[in-house]
């Protein structure tokens, strides 16, 4: 029942003020500083307060009259696995095309940065992409590498150090779409933002323009922004990386629910719940859903939610940019571009901005 959950008041009122993403980071900051300020704290307290604040969004989320569920919940440990089988399917092309294109010009993007930045980057993970850039930047400052996952972020740095000896390394465990802050001894006019992976286009539109507002507060005036984001086309490739035929990317988004009935007390019967991915010609873009294969209902946690055959619940879009439009989004930031970088095919594009 919600009215025994501790936390409704608290989540529910601060939910008022802030999106899932800023309250997802509020309470991650929150319980940072709990276990870093004492060892006593065991790390119960921070799961049950993450819980708490997943248990609300989902029962908030299926409350909703078009159900949803937010997409940063697919990365529990079997989910980020499945993203990572997901890069490696033929039809999955933006990861294999984004570090094409950063292999293949990685010395000009270099250029471009120019010499002693201090490069931070969104959404780190394991860093790959990014040791193409640091092997071709001229003497940088500082690496910062922010990224939600702690343990995972700090593994990465660690290794970092080892392969790059002379450069500060710098992680933070962050959640880059709030208003988190660059530790006041690395703002420098030299700051470039990376942000690989076409994260952007998981965004809505608004919420895009307002990450990208405060990238522009965030990097210098000698400095700016790198970011990879996938480009508009052909429907049938695009149907087919977001429903390939092995099913993989059908298994990422039902990991969901079986994630759901693993850490909250829940009974999806998955089985009778499928994928869904259709192209949104209009809005020039993937959106993802899952969908009921008939009439039932679900226990979230005490609380009970019925199903319609056929009713869809939301989890992701995958926003598919024209150069034009996106040029028009950092236009509204303050940003402009000033080079671009795409394959053969024009899949995907690598665009450099900087502050007006
Ligand atoms: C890499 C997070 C942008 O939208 O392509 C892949 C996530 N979802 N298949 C994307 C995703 C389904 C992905 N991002």
């Not at 500082?142 to 992680?171: C, F, K, N, W």
């Not at 006019?189 to 919420?207: A, D, M, Q, V």
């Not at 879009?317 to 402009?336: E, I, P, T």
């Not at 571009?337 to 053969?344: G, N, P, R």
Request: net charge negative.
């Amino acid at each position: 029942m919600v009215h025994s959950n501790p936390y409704h008041l608290c989540s529910g009122c601060l939910s008022l003020l802030f999106s899932p993403f800023e309250l997802f980071l509020k309470v991650r900051l929150f319980m940072s500083t709990q276990s870093s300020s004492s060892a006593l704290h065991p790390t119960t307290c921070e799961s049950s307060a993450e819980a708490s604040v997943f248990l609300q969004d989902v029962q908030s989320g299926l409350a909703k009259s078009q159900k949803e569920l937010h997409c940063k919940y697919f990365y529990d440990e079997r989910g980020s696995q499945l993203f990572d089988q997901i890069c490696e399917l033929e039809e999955y092309y933006p990861t294999r095309t984004e570090l094409g294109i950063m292999a293949e010009h990685a010395s000009a993007i270099a250029e471009r940065i120019g010499s002693e930045a201090v490069l931070v980057e969104y959404g780190s993970g394991s860093s790959t992409k990014t040791r193409l850039l640091l092997d071709h930047l001229d003497s940088a400052q500082a690496y910062l590498p922010v990224d939600i996952s702690g343990e995972h972020l700090h593994q990465t740095a660690q290794q970092l150090r080892v392969d790059y000896g002379d450069l500060d390394i710098h992680p933070i465990v962050a959640d880059f779409t709030t208003s988190f802050r660059l530790p006041a001894s690395y703002v420098s006019p030299r700051t470039t933002i990376y942000f690989p992976g076409s994260t952007i286009g998981n965004l809505k539109t608004e919420e895009a323009i307002g990450l990208l507002i405060s990238i522009a507060e965030k990097c210098g005036p000698s400095g700016g922004l790198l970011i990879g984001f996938d480009l508009a086309k052909d429907e049938a490739v695009l149907k087919a990386a977001y429903d390939d035929a092995a099913g993989v990317t059908a298994q990422f988004n039902l990991n969901l629910l079986h994630r759901i009935n693993r850490e909250l007390d829940a009974d999806f019967d998955v089985k009778r719940f499928v994928h869904v991915a259709i192209y949104n010609q209009e809005e020039s873009r993937i959106e993802i859903f899952i969908e009921s294969l008939d009439e039932q209902k679900v226990c979230v946690a005490g609380e009970l939610f019925h199903f319609q055959p056929g009713e869809r619940i939301f989890t992701e879009y995958s926003h598919k940019y024209r150069v034009d439009q996106f040029v028009s989004m950092a236009a509204q930031a303050g940003l402009k571009m000033d080079a671009l970088w795409t394959d053969s095919n024009d899949y995907f594009a690598v665009m450099h901005l900087s502050p007006v």
